[in-house]
Every structure is written in structure tokens, then in C-alpha cells.
């Protein structure tokens, strides 16, 4: 039985039934052998097997390691990527994201194994720009530990990497206020007359829509037509655009829907697109809002004006916190109450941006009412008293002479 489980078995009818007849071989048949080499080859690998089960590895296991090509650590950041990218929305942090890894991981990491890296190789490329450029730091070691994680969830690390206890090893950073420049609401009206004077160009009426409308930059950059109503009193962004994704809208005072009917004039063919950028087709930069502001020498970046917004409605507008929250668009921090609330206060919300438009570009009629014509009355007041004639008074002399 040992040499006929080494021979080919045969099969059809006629060496069947020689089988059967006890004709084994049959006639004209001959068995094959198990070479020498085959035979050794067998041996060894079972007592490999062996070895590993009593040393309490599973065979199978190892198997899959030996199927298994464990990617660089550049190889697993670029196969991350491209998978993360899918969901993604904003374009400078789908690049960033990368370029960040090549500058600052690969020259230590890009050519090893994801499982050869451990935490001290990560701690050595965090600590060349802890202090130097700490947000940059924190957002490299962020990316490192998402690619170790990436590869870990695809079964080339046996364990999760060790982010968090990477930065005990790293000096305290110190803390810094990490809030966008804001230009104080007091000097918004004047900053909108000065940005109203310049010539008219996508980048000028984005900002003005933006400072009116409190929404981001690449909300008001990538506007469409398509999203605004009929009669310019509402804007709904759709949720793959909102950085919550969740669909938002804007309700426009009769100022931002002044600028919206403005920059018809802008318009290109074909283009959806409000605020169209130079290159026909395509929607304004992220550096193009920027750039107007930093030229007209404003110490506050484009995000601020959400600030500025803000502590508007926290001096000015006295409404509730939840309105103004809902006007920027901000996620409850409450999962609780966000699971029950089902209002976006849009009714109200609608005096509060017609409020904030009135106070950022006032009209004829509101500036014709400011207190100064109070003031004006007054002084009439005093100018009638002043040319009304005086009746003579009368001595007693005459009053004694009129009784007589």
C-alpha cells in the first residue's frame, strides 16, 4: 500500500475492472515513483510543522507570513492614501497630507518594512521638528500612526502602533492660542466700504458674500448657481461640500443677495460656478481670498470673519447660543441633544443675518436714521426759538397808564 500511494492512480473502465480482477498492475501499465529529492523534501517540511506546533506557533499562520509581502513604509503611506483620498473633500489637505509624509518620514522611514518600524524610530523622526514647527510635528506623527494603522488593519502588523505613548518621550510643546486672526466686529463696516471700493472681481465679491454670509472659504468658493434660489433669499450648500457633512442653508439678507445679482456679470458659459477663478472653468484658489485680504493690509485671516460674526452675536444680537451655532454651521458637542434636535432655526436665523448684513454694509435708509438727525433737531429746535420776535414787556408805567 506504501508503493501504490506513490503510483499515478489509474482511471478508466478497462483498468478499472483489471483492478477489480486483482490485475495490479494491469498489463502494459507502469507505476511512477517518488524520487528521492520528493520523498526528503516531504520529510523535512512535516518535521517543520512539527517543531512549530510543539513550540506553540500555528503552521498556518507562518504560512500566511510567508505569502504575505510586507510593504515599505512608503509603499503603505501611498496605498493609504489613494484609499482615504475617496472620502476626502478638501484638495490642499488631500496634498498636504503626502507631501508632509515625504518630507519629514521618508528620509528615516520611507525604505523599511512597516514592521520593522517600532517606537523609537518614530520618536526619532518627531523629535528633528517637535519644537521647531509643532503643528506640523503633531500632524506628521498623526499620519505615521494612520499608515501603521492602515497596515496593521490590513494584516501586515501583528500589533497596533504605539502613537500615544510616543510623545511621553518628546519635550512639552508649548501651548499656544491656536485661534485665526479676527478683525473686531466694531471695524468690519468699515473694512466692507474699503473691500466695496475696489474693482470688481470673483475674489472681492466672495469675500463680501463670505463676511455676509459667515460661511467658509471653500463654501463661498465653490458656490453654484444651482444652489441658490429663485428670488436670492436662500443658499443651500449640499452636505459633500459642508465640512460636517450636512446639508446647510443660508439665508440671505437683501445685501449678500445685492453682491450674488452683481456678479451675474461675471458669469461664464457653461459654468456653474459663482465665483469663477482666472482659469475659465475653474473655482478661485484658497490663497486668492487670502491674497485680497493681506493686500489690503488687514491684520485677520479669511476664517476670522466667522469670528468677527460670532462675537458679534455675543455682544450685539443677544440670541441664544444654539442660533449662532447654527448660522456657523457647528456640530452640537451633545450627541444626546443632536440625536433629538430636528429644528435648524431658519426663521430665525433669518433676522439674525439680516441684523448682521444691516450692521456690515448699512443701507441709505438705516444711515439716514442714526442718531446724529437727533441731534440736527435739537439745533433747529433752537434756531426757531432764536428768530421768533419777542413781544415787548410791559414796565408799569405803561400798565398804570393803560389802567388810567
Known amino acids: 500500500m506504501a508503493r501504490g500511494s506513490c503510483c499515478k492512480f489509474p482511471f478508466g473502465r478497462k483498468k478499472l475492472a483489471h483492478a477489480r480482477a486483482g490485475q495490479w498492475p494491469p498489463p502494459g501499465h507502469r507505476p511512477g515513483r517518488a524520487s528521492a529529492c520528493e520523498l526528503s523534501r516531504c520529510e523535512t517540511g512535516s518535521a517543520a510543522i512539527k517543531k512549530l506546533a510543539k513550540s506553540g506557533v500555528d503552521p498556518l499562520d ?71 514647527i509643532p503643528e506640523t510635528a503633531r500632524r506628521v506623527r498623526q499620519r505615521i500612526g494612520t499608515v501603521l494603522d492602515w497596515s496593521y488593519a490590513n494584516g501586515f502588523l501583528t500589533g497596533e502602533a504605539p502613537m500615544r505613548s510616543i510623545s511621553k518621550g518628546l519635550p512639552r510643546q508649548s501651548r499656544t492660542a491656536g485661534h485665526f486672526a479676527a478683525l473686531p466686529h466694531a471695524e468690519v463696516p468699515a473694512f466692507m ?13 466672495a469675500l463680501e458674500v463670505l463676511v455676509l454670509t459667515a460661511v467658509r472659504s471653500g463654501e463661498i468658493r465653490g458656490a453654484k448657481w444651482s444652489e441658490l434660489d429663485d ?17 446647510h442653508a443660508v439665508p440671505l439678507s437683501s445685501q449678500a443677495a ?12 457653461g459654468c456653474d460656478l459663482i465665483f469663477p477663478g482666472a482659469t475659465s ?3 478661485l484658489s484658497d490663497m486668492a481670498l487670502l491674497e485680497l485680504v493681506r493686500g489690503m493690509e488687514l491684520p485677520a485671516t479669511v476664517h476670522g470673519f466667522r469670528s468677527s460674526f460670532r462675537d458679534w452675536v455675543a455682544e450685539e444680537a443677544n440670541v441664544p447660543r444654539e442660533i449662532a451655532a447654527a ?8 450627541r444626546d441633544e443632536a440625536a433629538y434636535r430636528r429644528t435648524d432655526f431658519l426663521a430665525k436665523r433669518r433676522e439674525l443675518m439680516k441684523a448682521w448684513g444691516d450692521f456690515c454694509v448699512p ?22 426759538v432764536a428768530s421768533t420776535p419777542r413781544r415787548p414787556r410791559r414796565t408799569a408805567a405803561r400798565r398804570t397808564a393803560q389802567g388810567s
Open 281 to 283: 472653468g475653474s473655482a
Open 231 to 247: 428670488d436670492l433669499t436662500l443658499w443651500t450648500i449640499p452636505a459633500e461640500r459642508m465640512k460636517a457633512g450636512v446639508e
Open 258 to 269: 445685492d453682491i450674488f445679482r452683481r456678479a451675474r456679470a461675471l458669469r461664464i458659459k
Open 193 to 205: 466700504k474699503r473691500l466695496h471700493a475696489r474693482a470688481i472681481s470673483s475674489s472681492r465679491l
Open 62 to 132: 507562518e504560512r500566511r507570513k510567508v505569502e504575505i509581502v510586507i510593504p515599505t513604509f512608503e509603499q503603505a503611506a501611498k496605498r493609504a492614501h489613494a484609499e482615504m483620498i475617496k472620502g476626502w473633500k478638501n484638495g490642499k489637505h488631500t496634498k498636504q497630507w503626502i507631501k508632509t509624509l515625504e518630507l519629514y518620514a521618508y528620509p528615516k522611514l520611507g525604505k523599511l518594512k512597516v514592521d520593522q518600524i517600532e517606537g523609537p524610530l518614530i520618536r526619532d523622526v518627531l523629535a528633528e521638528i517637535w519644537l521647531d
Open 363 to 384: 443701507s441709505a435708509r438705516s444711515r439716514s436714521r442714526r442718531p446724529v438727525e437727533r441731534t440736527n433737531v435739537g439745533a433747529d429746535r433752537a434756531r426757531d
Open 327 to 334: 448660522a456657523l454651521a457647528h456640530t452640537l458637542e451633545n
